[in-house]
């Protein structure tokens, strides 16, 4: 490749680059970047983050290149045979495309870093209510596959959108021989690039990706925290496979998981830290005010500028030109009116005026409250009805900001290669695991006001509508009546507060649960809880299998099949997709349910693959997460909960027990010769009838279950 410039990085020193991607920087499209802070608002908690995506994406293309150098100088004789990969060989040309996608990953991003998509996935009717006007009809192609879903809407389909149709982008990659469609594909997964494109994928958007790389030892460079993810390290524990897909060198997992919990420890030291989410909470409420009064024509038109022309001080600006006060936030009563406005927040003096009332974290919920609490935080369109929720029953005061902090575990899907043999990174590792577990129990809500309106206050309002408030005897966390008594009266109304927030975060979960019309909308943990209830009533029911001893559902992969034949059987994957809900997202889902505390399970250690094992030496025993599972009283009682809270749910439990009792009592003979074998005592001749029984089961499509 010949390199016509050097840009001088503190993060990774000289960045060399090409005469094409010296002049896609020079576009207007790519200098808007110049004005978009990478972190928004976080600059007011720490002073040193005022980067901007345009650095970052130039960073990004330094560390693509690396990454993508180290897979090219290693690719296996097996794969340069194959034909459809031939043209691995030219890496020169691969090496241009990559860096290219890394480069105008973020030309559609829009100012405020990630606010202004967060404000339209809160409130998607913004988005949806724009649908039947002229200006939708009059979307580029490209723009109208960006906004047409609001559950999908986000920066990557608009920077598809620039890449195809900013007429000065298009025509520079086309004038330099890039492949349009493989640069959309690496950025977002748009188009049909060639074989030799598609494998570098997970480089450009994946998990482990450049992405990630860059920005996190940029983020905690400018935020100084002294953390750094070394690149060359981390590029030699990327491989190709036997099949020519990119794998995790077993020996360098201590290398991705460092990377891995560097994003850990960057999402709970910086963008989950109080301050920096209580102004970017606020920034999205004056956001919302902002669009809510425009009409939909012209909220629609706003809303294509700002992923295509406008930069941070142009919203501002046209946030803080209003005439009126209405984009301001103001509470007012008998005592004070207090206000704030987006001049206030980029101060940093608006959250000054704000004070946390109550943070509920993960171990002071129970099983129950962190399901539905983790129900809101991923369906970010309840969090309105939360807020309704709360004023109108809990009688919270009008003026209050409620945010849900959450971390989005990394998904992990690039497989781990030993001795040519695939492992999950997720299911046979601790550390990525133990990172995996503390993404998930990072759930917390915290509740703000202003500063002037007391505790009191709050709870004298509460307590007008007590009798909304649902106590849990079952609760540990609940305070008895003589240990409230001895409470302070500040003391005692944080307790009224919680309660009332506890309260509306189910029954505004349930709200939205009530909603949905077909059980294969539920996300896949409640579908595989209900299934697990099932099978529990299957065994323990008189007219059934009559056990009342100890019952596992036995065995993960043995189990994931059963389950993808009850997925199949509700309509939520298809039967020729069945791979869709592999073992690697059964392993998922049981852990969020066990990190709930609905679900028990074993950890075993499990003999690894024999043929693998006696070729390079004697059979050995390999970590697995979990081996059996068996859903508890807390996952019942949800379960329960949730039936009896609404009808409609009931009806879906009952379609999962259906099927499930469909399927076991079609194996119902051979569970309870089973469950006689299981109180014997052991012998040889008994073990290989238990093997006979178990192997029949699984080949009807049963469960196989362990009795003792």
């Given amino acids: 490749m ?61 560390v693509v290149h690396h990454l993508a150098q180290n897979l090219l100088n290693n690719v296996p004789i097996e794969v340069l045979r194959q034909e459809k990969y031939k043209e691995l060989d030219d890496k020169d040309r691969i ?60 920066h990557e389909s608009f920077s598809v959108a620039q890449i195809m149709e900013d007429s000065e982008i298009y025509e520079l990659l086309k004038q330099n021989d890039f492949q349009h469609e493989a640069i959309t594909y690496l950025v977002h997964g748009i188009g049909v690039p060639l074989p030799k494109f598609k494998i570098f994928k997970p480089l450009i958007s994946g998990d482990l990706d450049a992405d990630r790389l860059d920005y996190i030892n940029r983020d905690f460079y400018y935020c100084g925290i002294r953390e750094f993810v070394d690149l060359q ?55 919302h005010r902002y669009f809510r009064e425009m009409n939909e024509e012209r909220r629609l038109r706003k809303l294509v500028e700002l992923h295509t022309t406008m930069t941070d001080n142009d919203l501002i600006f046209e946030l803080n030109e209003r005439k009126d006060e209405k984009n301001r936030y103001i509470v007012q009563d008998s005592q004070s009116a207090l206000f704030f406005s987006a001049a206030d927040l980029i101060d940093g003096r608006a959250t000054k005026t704000l004070t946390q009332v109550v943070s509920l974290t993960y171990d002071s919920l129970h099983p129950i409250e962190r399901f539905f609490l983790d129900y809101i935080s991923r369906n970010k369109e309840t969090l309105p009805g939360l807020r309704t929720y709360l004023i109108d029953h809990a009688g919270m005061p009008e003026y209050f900001l409620v945010d849900i902090v959450s971390i989005k575990p990394s998904s992990m899907t690039l497989p781990v290669i030993k001795r040519n043999e695939k492992r999950s990174l997720f299911d046979r590792y601790y550390m ?11 759930l917390e809500i915290r509740f703000f006001v202003f500063s002037d309106i007391p505790h009191d206050m709050i709870a004298s309002k509460i307590m007008k ?9 079952c609760d540990p966390n609940f305070l008895k009546k003589n240990e409230y008594a001895a409470l302070s009266s500040k003391d005692k109304a944080t307790v009224r507060i919680s309660l009332a927030v506890k309260d509306s975060v189910i029954s505004t979960a349930i709200m939205q649960l009530d909603k949905i019309e077909s059980i294969k909308d539920y996300p896949f943990e409640l579908i595989i809880l209900f299934a697990m209830y099932a099978l529990n009533l299957h065994a323990r029911s008189p007219e059934k299998l009559k056990h009342h001893g100890s019952l596992w559902f036995e065995s993960d992969r043995r189990i994931c099949v059963f389950m993808q034949d009850i997925l199949c059987s509700v309509g939520k994957i298809d039967t020729d997709n069945r791979q869709s809900f592999n073992e690697d997202t059964y392993y998922k889902v049981c852990e969020q349910l066990g990190l709930w505390g609905v679900v028990d399970h074993v950890h075993k250690p499990v003999p690894a693959n024999f043929e693998t094992s006696f070729e390079h030496g004697p059979p050995g025993y390999v970590f697995a997460q979990r081996v059996d599972r068996v859903i508890n009283q807390w996952g019942n009682a949800l379960v329960e909960y949730l039936g009896n809270n609404s009808p409609k749910i009931k009806t879906m439990i009952k379609q999962v027990v259906d099927v499930v009792d469909e399927k076991q009592d079609n194996v119902l003979n051979d569970l309870k010769e089973l469950a006689s074998l299981a109180i014997d005592d052991y012998s040889e001749e008994k073990s290989a009838k238990k093997w006979e029984i178990c192997n029949n089961i699984i080949s009807k499509g049963g469960c196989l279950l362990k009795l003792t």
């Fill in 233 to 287: 390290f981390f590029s030699r524990a990327l491989r190709f496979c036997d099949d020519c897909s990119i794998a995790i060198d077993e020996s360098k997992i201590v290398d991705v998981s460092s990377f891995l919990y560097s994003r850990f420890k960057l999402s709970q030291r910086v963008h989950n830290a109080t301050s920096s989410r209580l102004n970017e909470q606020a920034f999205m409420e004056i956001i």
């Fill in 432 to 442: 990525p695991h133990a990172i995996y577990a503390a993404s998930i129990t990072a």
């Fill in 95 to 154: 090496l241009k495309h990559l860096r290219m996608a890394a480069l105008l990953h973020d030309i559609g991003h829009a100012p405020m870093s990630h606010l202004v998509e967060a404000a339209f996935h809160k409130f998607p009717e913004m988005l949806t209510s724009t649908y039947k006007t002229k200006a939708f009809s009059e979307l580029t192609e490209c723009q109208n596959i960006a906004l047409k879903n609001p559950h999908e809407y986000g």
């Fill in 2 to 62: 010949d390199f016509v410039k050097y840009i001088r990085d503190p993060i990774w020193g000289d960045i060399l680059l090409t005469q094409a991607e010296d002049r896609i920087i020079s576009t207007k499209a790519f200098r808007r970047l110049r004005h978009i802070k990478q972190m928004s608002l976080a600059y007011i908690e720490h002073h040193g983050a005022q980067h901007t995506r345009y650095e970052h994406s130039i960073g990004c293309v330094h």
């Fill in 465 to 473: 509508r007590e009798h909304n408030l649902r106590t849990q005897e």
